[in-house]
């Protein structure tokens, strides 16, 4: 099915484990994005790709690192995982010039619990 | 930056009963999204809304655009319990890729 791929959907880490989430899409989309969501902070987005070899920070994004060698992957890496990443991570894709009328496709999310 | 404020931040409802959630823009909007999101799944695209006045709808739910008031509300009539969910509005403001959103809305229909 064409869409964005997220694994796992769920994972517990140990702190300062480290782990990759991954991120796949299937529909071309020049764009993709990770963001986090909270309990009463919304979503907040991590770290962007507006290509293939480019990313650039969003606004939380300490802790994490991104990379996007093909336009198909997006994954995270949290290097050192902490308490304070205990969150639900969606990973969401779109067409750069031309967002249509969907804005971004998401993921079905990634549940990460760090203990 | 764009800051999106949702209102109210939580809403109990009777089934049958009509419902309004707000989304105020601190800037200028161009392009306002709605997403819907059950528990534990992503966030399911609604609708989008372009230019100011305009209105659209899909089944029991409409959504307008006060481009003067920088806002949208988003309008549910006899609500059931499949609206139930959190109600998120995301707008482009002066970046034309990256959604900002806001703190969503978390709807509960009683049957």
């Known amino acids: 099915n064409a869409g964005v791929t997220q694994t796992p959907k769920f994972q517990v880490l140990k702190t300062g484990q480290s782990m990759t989430l991954q991120c796949a899409q299937d529909?071309?989309?020049?764009?993709m994005s990770w963001y986090r969501q909270d309990p009463g902070m919304g979503l907040r987005l991590i770290h962007y790709s507006v290509g293939a070899g480019i990313t650039d920070q969003g606004e939380v994004p300490n802790g994490y690192n991104v990379s996007r060698s093909t336009t198909e992957d997006f994954p995270l890496r949290l290097l050192s995982a902490a308490p304070s990443q205990t969150s639900v991570y969606f990973c969401?894709?779109?067409?750069?010039?031309?967002?249509?009328?969907?804005?971004?496709?998401f993921g079905s999310g990634t549940r990460l619990t760090v203990v | 930056s764009q800051e999106l404020e949702q209102s109210p931040q939580s809403l109990i409802v009777q089934e049958g009963k009509n419902l309004t959630i707000n989304c105020t823009s601190s800037?200028?909007?161009?392009?306002l999204y709605w997403y819907k999101q059950k528990y534990g799944e992503g966030l399911i695209f609604l609708m989008m809304l372009q230019k100011g006045g305009e209105e659209k709808s899909h089944e029991k739910i409409t959504a307008k655009l006060d481009e003067k008031k920088q806002q949208s509300s988003l309008h549910i009539t006899a609500s059931q319990p499949s609206h139930a969910g959190i109600y998120l509005c995301?707008?482009?403001?002066?970046?034309?890729?990256?959604?900002?959103f806001g703190k969503g809305t978390l709807l509960t229909v009683n049957p």
């Open positions: 995301g707008a482009f403001g002066g970046s034309n890729y990256k959604l900002t």
């Open positions: 529909m071309n989309h020049e764009y």
């Open positions: 800037k200028t909007l161009y392009g």
């Open positions: 969401a894709s779109s067409y750069f010039e031309d967002r249509g009328q969907e804005g971004y496709t």
